[in-house]
């Protein structure tokens, strides 16, 4: 039986990398945050387990009693692991469209090109994915990635103790 989920669509990344992108203040983040972001977004009930950084608590529980249009992940921290290779592809295909900077992405930072996003793409976003790509774009993607209460660590979705200082 083959299952569609949105989680493991290549386009339907893409057009997810580029709405957390384009909430971003600086419109750059490294390939980790955004796998992390983008692992809220398609599960965001997955908030409620988040540290939560100063002043962005509130907001982000009440975003986690949104329940997945998709479905529950029984692990969290592996799926994110199975899905490494489709955000390789989904930054490779950016870099491809030349909608994100290929010399950034070779340094782990997935960072906005000035080129204009097709029209039409991001206009399918409903007002609940921006409300959710706006506050993840600016309140879980500005966190610093590295270190003890770094993203990595406030999230517990990766290994964090051998970060370089």
Partial sequence: MLV???????????????????HTPSKSMPTDTLRIVDL?????YLLAELDFPKGAGARGRKLAGTRSRFNTLPSPRA?????????????????????VSVEALRDGIVSRTDI?????????????????????????????LLGKRGLKDRSDLMEFRYDPA
């Fill in 79 to 99: 799926f994110l692991t199975q899905v490494k290779g489709l955000h390789s592809l989904v930054t490779a295909s950016l870099a491809g469209q030349e909608l």
């Fill in 116 to 144: 204009e996003i097709p029209t039409g793409l991001l206009i399918h976003a409903t007002a609940e994915d921006n409300e959710l790509a706006e506050y993840l774009g600016s309140k879980v993607a500005t966190v610093p």
């Fill in 4 to 22: 569609y989920h949105p989680a493991f669509d290549v386009y339907h990344g893409v057009f997810r990398a580029l709405l957390l992108l384009e």
């Fill in 40 to 44: 809220y977004f398609v599960f965001p």
